[in-house]
């Protein structure tokens, strides 16, 4: 039985539909990496919205596994627990922590992480600014041990360490937003935060008028993805590889300035941190 030309053009094409729908509906089998996020409402950097991860941060965490080829699973959980789950292997990962030696204990640093203040491999730098009550005149002047009393920071952050280790009693509490409620209410104390999330903290009524950004920065920390040294998922040259796709997303000046148009952030990028 002879076929025509027409048949056989019509069986091709069928076949080539099928195929391609068949690739189309094909599962991911990329490779899931688990990473723990900051609960704590750390704008612009880390927040939780609706219990999922946001942040600019996990954005170039994100954009940096999955250009190569990994399925990030974000999971934001309390600072503290987010730690303990990293030096036990419950996560992978972690977006985004600062370098600190008991960490390094536990947690994968880039190599130059404990050497610099700026890192090559860093997701950002982050810099801290003073926050008082807007009835405090006080102005930062570069010493610590003159903030006003108690100055505060979140449970667990490496800040707070900071400020302990210049000889600073530092009063924690789980939540960023309680420490700028208890300054609001009792119009005493600092709080040492990041000035972007002062701003945010800032657009909110009961707030804005009752404190106040001081001038001076305080410090800057780099900030990074690090690694479970009980269970990475990955080996140190993928690790190598993602924190070098992490610094190649982080000097893309368009991509950094669409980070800060999609978080309502006005400054342009010039020298991206």
Not at 167 to 191: C, N
């Amino acid at each position: 039985m002879s076929v025509s030309r027409t048949t056989v053009w019509l069986l091709n094409l069928f076949c080539f539909a099928v195929f391609s729908c068949r690739i189309a509906l094909a599962p991911s089998y990329a490779e899931e990496i688990t990473i723990c996020t900051d609960l704590n409402y750390w704008y612009p950097y880390s927040y939780v919205e609706k219990n999922v991860a946001k942040g600019m941060h996990i954005d170039i965490a994100e954009k940096a596994l999955s250009r190569l080829g990994y399925h990030p699973v974000f999971t934001p959980l309390p600072w503290k627990r987010c730690l303990q789950s990293i030096e036990d292997g419950r996560y992978n990962a972690v977006v985004s922590a600062s370098y600190k030696p008991d960490r390094a204990q536990y947690m994968h640093y880039p190599p130059d992480a404990g050497s610099v203040k700026e890192s090559e491999w860093r997701v950002m730098q982050v810099e801290y600014i003073v926050l008082v009550s807007s009835q405090n005149p006080y102005e930062f002047d570069g010493n610590p041990t003159t903030m006003p009393l108690p100055v505060m920071a979140p449970l667990g952050y490496s800040i707070a360490d900071d400020l302990e280790a210049m000889g600073v009693a530092v009063k924690t509490r789980p939540s960023i937003i309680e420490l700028v409620q208890e300054l609001v209410w009792t119009g005493k104390g600092s709080i040492v935060t990041p000035p972007m999330n002062a701003n945010a903290l800032m657009n909110d009524p009961k707030v804005n008028n009752h404190v106040r950004i001081n001038k001076l920065p305080f410090t800057s920390k780099s900030y990074f993805m690090g690694f479970s040294k009980k269970n990475p998922k990955v080996n140190l040259n993928e690790m190598a590889r993602i924190w070098d796709e992490i610094a190649t997303i982080r000097k893309d000046e368009n991509f950094l300035n669409q980070l800060y148009q999609k978080y309502n952030l006005t400054t342009d990028v010039k020298n991206p941190q």
